[in-house]
């Protein structure tokens, strides 16, 4: 990973010349840049949260409760942040989360592409979402060395369930990360004051458009009709009677680790077992706000409302 000490010595010296950074320097000031340079319905779905975002709130407060206390006088002159995880070595105990819709934030509808570089030049492992605007298979080459994952919203179908998990694991990600509390669309204010949800507009179902599964259901390809396409994936999009048994389903014997990702308790009846190939996790998901982001058709570029950014 680079020394961001070394960077931020940079900026104090480039600060000698009147050179400030481009980039803000606090989250709370990268979220307002954000916001104003994203559109309505962009900022919505990426900032909004299911009910009254009353998890999401209690999840930065949890957070805001944790302190770091440091180990004084410890000879930290080397200081090593690795972690050793389903046998492979991470530089930290950091991953890129799936983010919502990020592939369309880019002006250029690649924003799932620009965070593997990312994760690459960084060596911080990505967690590469089923909604992507690029298939998975280009944004897994964008990853070089750096380990990917692939976060599974397992769909109705088991077929096109495995079909992604085989493509995952033929493009190289190292775990596949089975989202659990996003078995339907969560009640989403902001998006329903607005009426806009982008994937019913055809966005960030690349994965889906892509599938030789998925595509021999559809009359026609989804490059001739998106509206077609957009409403199998609707039909096809979660799965509500899904149960621990029926993980076994999205892929026979896999070779990489499978993880469950939002399992908030610990309790759960028929919970994830503790063999060595399942992990779980419980991420900040906001009870029901969905990750998202995926590879539009032409089509469905031409006739979008959803711009990038303000102009």
């Not at 990973?1 to 709370?28: H, T």
Request: glycine fraction near 10%; proline fraction near 10%; charge should be negative.
């Amino acid at each position: 990973m680079p020394n961001y000490g070394d960077w931020q010595l940079s900026i104090y010296f480039n600060g000698l010349d009147g050179v400030r950074p481009e980039l803000p320097m606090s989250f709370a000031d990268l979220e307002r840049r954000a916001e104003a340079e994203m559109t309505e319905q962009l900022w919505s779905y990426v900032a909004g949260g299911a009910g009254d975002e009353r998890t999401q709130r209690a999840n930065v407060a949890a957070f805001d409760r944790w302190g770091l206390v440091p180990r004084v006088l410890a000879g930290a002159a080397e200081r090593d942040l690795h972690v050793d995880l389903f046998g492979t070595r991470l530089p930290t105990p950091l991953l890129l989360a799936p983010v919502g819709v990020i592939g369309i934030i880019d002006p250029d509808g690649h924003g799932d592409v620009l965070t593997a570089r990312a994760a690459a030049s960084s060596g911080v492992p990505m967690v590469a979402s089923t909604l992507m605007e690029d298939p998975l298979e280009v944004v897994a080459a964008e990853l070089g060395e750096t380990p990917g994952w692939f976060q599974l919203y397992p769909p109705k179908d088991r077929e096109l369930c495995e079909s992604f998990v085989r493509r995952a694991e033929a493009a190289g990600y190292s775990a596949i990360v089975v989202t659990l509390d996003t078995l339907t669309l969560g009640w989403r204010p902001r998006d329903l004051t607005i009426a806009s949800f982008p994937q019913l507009q055809g966005l960030c179902l690349a994965n889906y458009f892509s599938d030789p599964v998925f595509r021999a259901q559809l009359a026609v390809p989804p490059e001739e009709d998106v509206s077609a396409a957009t409403g199998l994936w609707a039909m096809s999009f979660g799965n509500p009677g899904l149960g621990w048994d029926d993980l076994g389903g999205c892929g026979p014997s896999p070779p990489c680790p499978c993880c469950s990702r939002a399992c908030a308790t610990p309790t759960t009846p028929g919970g994830p077992s503790t063999s060595a190939s399942t992990a779980s996790t419980a991420p900040p998901t906001a009870a029901g706000r969905p990750t998202a982001a995926c590879r539009r058709s032409s089509a469905s570029r031409a006739s979008s409302t959803w711009p990038a950014t303000r102009r």
